[in-house]
């Protein structure tokens, strides 16, 4: 592990170890090792295929892994179910926005509080629906939503869940700028008030800007980690975009 | 619908419901009677279908257990009297939903459909080859001719059906979880909630509902028999009215079975048979599907954006544009 | 012994003929991802049909059988569509809608052919009825043969269709991906309207036979709906290839069941069954793609 880490951070939050999974003889994880501490953000990038949204699927519960660690707050939590991850304090976003299509936009930050800090659940609701600034769809069903304020209702809906990691898979694919920044600043309010980030993102300004380290994935493992200038003038991770197909452009 | 209008229709409702037995004769008391009962099944059906999104075609199951329940233990063997049973029914039910409902409701979609119809005809056939339930004859109850009584009974399980439903689900985080593993599974799971058993919540609650409803209909027509207390037509039925009512709509349901039910009493009453009645069940289903995917209920729900929605205007929009209406 | 050999080949030639519709009750799902509960309807109006042409015409069995295929082929091809339609609409639970829609068919067919026929049992008489082989001391009914050859002859033709023709390719490219197909340049929504309309023609054909061989009432139409369900959660949804094992499999199940168990029990068997087999294997026990 590299430990070149800007001082904001504190122990870990999130330690993976050896972490294998493999889909058919293709190895999504072929033995994970890495790091996440307290108030960090740090972002997650590599080519298409390179095992990023495994790894979230396996931190989070989604697919049980094969082998190896998943500690979270000291915790082992492999194999555990989603919910009780969930349970545990992490909360999550999806590639694709999961979310509830027929519920209103503030069902679904409600229904993100049901489990978990239910007191004052509607206060905070209202909060974060002026924060990403979707007052005026409080009441239109999700499925009606623009693709941005989909977007929009899915961090909200992660920061519903008061978690102290959050992982966030590509959360500002494909929308407008406006809306980036809308989610861009609320980041850095709840990193203020002591939210970890794990990201992935591949978008390289974004991760330049926002993230304080970069951990690098490629065909299963990690490949390198490090702050954003570090992994820039890596030849490895140049290696590893250009290798293949030049998807994302550093 | 917010304000001094609920409770208005509420006590205009309540008055008309309790005066209904002065003004009817004994045949309307009784279809009276019978549509409180549908919309009670329908109600029951429409949480498991509605809300948490499972559609289960073999409801019926949990209707005859509450038949059979009361029918077997108010029998010459047991003697038992009539209220006991009712608990009894819907333990029972509540118990054998909670239980194949773990593996069964790991099926998604139209696997759980025809999982579940597969064991409800399966209980069927079952119960016209056991002694306990009298075969295909099935069973008489000890007669009991007060139609006010079966009213009432049914008045009070179905109107604690709707409250029980209103509260947990309009009213409740419960409501919240339900609707949300019916919308995204994985994503109501990263949200920290147990789908596997809130969902199951859910299923037996619909089934110990349904049961109560199963009893007093057994002592109120005093004998049943596989068909009439198991039978697919039963499960249809429910399921037609929720659909025609309003899918995971809290009133819909109610509304569904009040117009079908009073539509085939009707049919019953000039024709004598109900075959065309079938039919007419089959085409209201296809026409409910093409124009009115939201249901009656859809036709009074409020647009959000654009303020309330006239309903004559929401139903010519939904007949001149099929298939494209939310 | 001879018992068995008697039991199992009648449950061979029910078999061959639940596989005949089964195959294209498979090939619709692929298609339109819809299961299609008016099966068992189009299987009843089939012998309809048939018992309607004998009554009214005079004429047997046999000669309704390309009748059959054009009209249910007509009927098919215009409700096909309106099943991908509401499939693929915007409504908050399409899956279901489109269920409840081939629900609502199902319900309309069965009480529309109750309110026209009744509740009795009619029968569709042929050159053929009554006549059969014996072979050492088993009996071989030649209606059911005949009925066996038909299934295998339209499992061969679709299978040719789908395996050796530019159009099998589509279809095939369509059940694997329908947002595919259509980039592709394949015009999904006609393709589901002829898909279906030769499920519902080689359907009302398979209905046919089976009224000239058990006849036919409004009320049996469940029973085979059921059976097209059973194959395929057996086969697993939308294999065509799994489903003609299945049905033979379910043919030979059914007639053991009823022989050696009781008749009466041969429902309890085949639901317990199916149960069963969707709760340890829901994709199927026969696993095998289009």
Redesign the interface.
């Known amino acids: 592990m590299t430990g070149s880490v800007e001082s904001v951070a504190g122990g870990p939050i999130l330690v993976v170890r050896d972490l294998r999974r493999s889909f058919g003889g293709i190895k999504a994880a072929d033995g994970v090792n890495l790091e996440v501490r307290r108030k960090e953000i740090v972002g997650l990038i590599g080519p298409n295929g390179s095992g990023k949204s495994t790894l979230f699927n396996l931190v989070s519960g989604a697919i049980n892994p094969e082998g190896g660690e998943i500690l979270f707050n000291g915790r082992d939590i492999a194999g555990w179910k989603p919910h009780r991850v969930a349970r545990a304090g992490l909360a999550r976003t999806f590639q694709i926005p999961a979310l509830f299509d027929n519920m209103s936009v503030m069902e679904n930050l409600l229904s993100a509080a049901a489990e978990g800090h239910w007191n004052g659940a509607r206060g905070r609701a209202e909060e974060v629906l002026r924060l990403l600034r979707i007052e005026a769809v409080r009441d239109n069903r999700a499925v009606d939503l623009s693709g941005g304020q989909q977007k929009l209702l899915e961090f909200g809906r992660a920061m519903m869940r008061e978690a102290p990691l959050v992982l966030l898979d590509e959360v500002t694919a494909g929308v407008h700028l406006n809306i980036r920044s809308i989610i861009l600043d609320a980041v850095a309010r709840l990193r203020d008030s002591g939210t970890t980030f794990f990201l992935i993102e591949h978008d390289m300004e974004l991760v330049k800007n926002v993230c304080d380290r970069i951990i690098v994935m490629d065909a299963g493992q990690v490949i390198t980690t490090g702050r954003f200038d570090e992994i820039a003038t890596n030849s490895e991770v140049m290696q590893a975009y250009l290798g293949r197909r030049a998807e994302v452009s550093p | 619908m917010r304000g001094w209008f609920p409770i208005v229709l509420l006590v205009c409702g309540a008055a008309v419901v309790f005066a209904l037995p002065e003004l009817l004769n004994a045949y309307w008391l009784r279809i009276a009677t019978g549509v409180l009962m549908w919309a009670g099944l329908a109600c029951s059906w429409n949480i498991i279908g509605g809300y948490a999104g499972y559609i289960d075609f073999g409801h019926s199951v949990f209707f005859g257990i509450g038949a059979y329940a009361s029918a077997i233990l108010m029998g010459d063997a047991f003697g038992w009297p009539f209220a006991a049973t009712i608990p009894v029914g819907l333990l029972a039910a509540g118990g054998v939903a909670a239980v194949i409902g773990g593996p069964t409701l790991r099926l998604r979609g139209a696997y759980f459909a025809i999982a579940t119809w597969a064991f409800a005809e399966t209980l069927l056939q079952l119960a016209t080859v056991l002694e306990i339930t009298g075969g295909t004859a099935g069973l008489s109850l000890p007669p009991f001719l007060n139609e006010r009584f079966f009213y009432f009974a049914m008045l009070t399980a179905a109107a604690a059906t709707y409250a029980l439903t209103w509260l947990l689900f309009e009213r409740s985080r419960f409501g919240l979880k339900v609707k949300a593993l019916r919308d995204h599974e994985p994503a109501a799971e990263a949200m920290g909630i147990n789908t596997a058993a809130v969902k199951l919540q859910a299923f037996a609650l619909s089934a110990a509902t349904a049961a109560v409803f199963g009893s007093i209909y057994a002592y109120w027509v005093t004998f049943i028999n596989p068909r009439s207390t198991l039978g697919g037509d039963i499960t249809d039925q429910m399921v037609v009215m929720v659909l025609l009512g309003g899918l995971g709509s809290l009133w819909g349901p109610a509304l569904g079975a009040a117009a079908l039910f009073i539509v085939n009493r009707i049919f019953w009453m000039y024709w004598g048979d109900t075959t065309f009645y079938i039919a007419i069940l089959g085409l209201a289903i296809i026409v409910v599907v093409l124009f009115l995917p939201n249901g009656l209920a859809g036709l009074f729900a409020r647009k959000t954006q654009n303020g309330s929605q006239n309903a004559g205007r929401a139903l010519w929009r939904a007949l001149t544009r099929p298939g494209v209406e939310r | 012994m001879d018992l068995l050999l008697q039991t199992l080949l009648n449950g061979i030639l029910i078999g061959g003929i639940i596989a005949s519709f089964s195959i294209g009750f498979q090939l619709t799902f692929g298609v339109l991802h819809v299961?299609d509960f008016a099966v068992g309807a189009w299987v009843v109006l089939g012998g309809y049909l048939a018992y309607w042409m004998s009554t009214l015409l005079g004429v047997g069995g046999f000669v309704s059988l390309p009748v059959a295929f054009v009209v249910f082929g007509a009927i098919g091809y215009l409700i096909g569509p309106?099943i991908y339609?509401?499939r693929n609409?915007?409504?908050?639970?399409p899956?279901?809608?489109?269920?409840?829609?081939t629900?609502?068919?199902?319900?309309?067919?069965?009480?529309?052919a109750?309110?026209l026929w009744?509740f009795n049992t009619r029968s569709v008489p042929t050159a053929l009825s009554g006549e059969s082989l014996m072979i050492g001391s088993v009996t071989v009914p030649l209606l059911r043969v005949v009925a066996f050859a038909f299934a295998c002859a339209v499992a061969a033709a679709l299978f040719l269709i789908l395996y050796r023709t530019r159009y099998g390719l589509a279809i095939r490219a369509t059940a694997e991906n329908r947002h595919n197909a259509g980039l592709m340049g394949v015009d999904v929504q006609r393709l589901s309207a002829n898909v279906y309309g030769l499920y519902a023609a080689v359907t009302g054909m398979a209905g046919v036979l089976m009224a000239a061989i058990y006849s036919v009432n409004p009320e049996i139409g469940?029973r085979y709906t059921?059976f097209a369900?059973f194959v395929a959660?057996l086969a697993g949804?939308g294999s065509v290839g799994g489903a003609i094992l299945a049905a033979l499999l379910f043919g030979i199940m059914e007639s053991v069941v009823a022989t050696y168990v009781g008749s009466?029990?041969s429902?309890?068997a085949i639901?317990?069954t199916?149960?069963l087999v969707?709760?340890v294997s829901?994709r199927g026990i026969l696993q095998r793609g289009l």
């Open positions: 299961i309106v339609r509401v609409s915007r409504y908050a639970r899956e279901l809608m489109a269920l409840a829609l629900f609502g068919l199902f319900t309309l067919l069965r009480g529309g109750l309110t009744g469940l059921l369900f959660v949804l009466s029990y429902h309890l639901f317990a199916l149960y969707l709760l829901p």
